[in-house]
T-cell receptor, first 116, second 112 residues
Framework: ETGVTQTPRHLVMGMTNKKSLKCEQH?????MYWYKQSAKKPLELMFV???????ENNSVPSRFSPECPNSSHLFLHLHTLQPEDSALYLC???????????????FGQGTRLTVV | ELKVEQNPLFLSMQEGKNYTIYCNYS?????LYWYRQDPGKSLESLFV?????AVKQEGRLMASLDTKARLSTLHITAAVHDLSATYFC????????????FGKGTKLTVNP
């Protein structure tokens, strides 16, 4: 257990569906991240939130919509996804400036998403 | 733009043998991380290397950092089956909002 919890662990959705991924941490971290891990590419950073504000959007398509209502919770809203969006989506949290308040990022278990 | 390259990407080794995984990065990164991922599981932090010449050891794994060469190594000593996993290194971008940039990972299989 890393202290970062993601739900659901597995999700199968059709291309016309709308679903949301949830991430929760109670580690006192103020930075939260969404990463995508697919078979053919390295871990890709999608979004970064610092103190609830989005500070990074790594050219992610608008069919992925993040939400960070507070420093402990992070959501990824999904709509009209494509089959190539099937991947493992990982949430992570850290202190905002890694290496100062705490040097590493802690990852959740991930959500295995399949788009059919 | 920081790029991180690992090699090899796949490594199959016998129990009891030694081997090294290499991690090269393209621009300055004042910290280097090693993570382990078991199939279907999250990434587990192994080492954080904070300065040039840093060496850290945990059990059969030893990580080192050479910031001048922009190289980190993960050395495996007398491998055992339980070390089978995928190992990732990650650097940190400089300036602005810091973020981790990962290598593609090295899938290690230790055979009995």
């Amino acid at each position: 257990e890393t202290g970062v919890t993601q739900t659901p662990r597995h999700l199968v959705m059709g291309m016309t569906n709308k679903k949301s991924l949830k991430c929760e941490q109670h580690l006192g971290h103020n930075a939260m991240y969404w990463y995508k891990q697919s078979a053919k590419k390295p871990l890709e950073l999608m979004f970064v939130y610092n103190f609830k504000e989005q500070t990074e959007n790594n050219s992610v398509p608008s069919r992925f919509s993040p939400e960070c209502p507070n420093s402990s919770h992070l959501f990824l809203h999904l709509h009209t996804l494509q089959p190539e969006d099937s991947a493992l989506y990982l949430c992570a949290s850290s202190h905002p400036l890694m290496g100062r308040g705490g040097p590493e990022a802690f990852f959740g278990q991930g959500t295995r998403l399949t788009v059919v | 733009e920081l790029k991180v390259e690992q090699n090899p990407l796949f490594l199959s080794m016998q129990e009891g043998k030694n081997y090294t995984i290499y991690c090269n990065y393209s621009t300055t990164s004042d910290r280097l991380y090693w993570y382990r991922q078991d199939p279907g599981k999250s990434l587990e932090s192994l080492f954080v290397l904070l300065s040039n010449g840093a060496v850290k050891q945990e059990g059969r794994l030893m990580a080192s950092l050479d910031t001048k060469a922009r190289l980190s190594t993960l050395h495996i000593t007398a491998a055992v089956h339980d070390l089978s996993a995928t190992y990732f290194c990650a650097g940190v971008t400089q300036g602005g909002s810091e973020k981790l940039v990962f290598g593609k990972g090295t899938k290690l299989t230790v055979n009995p």
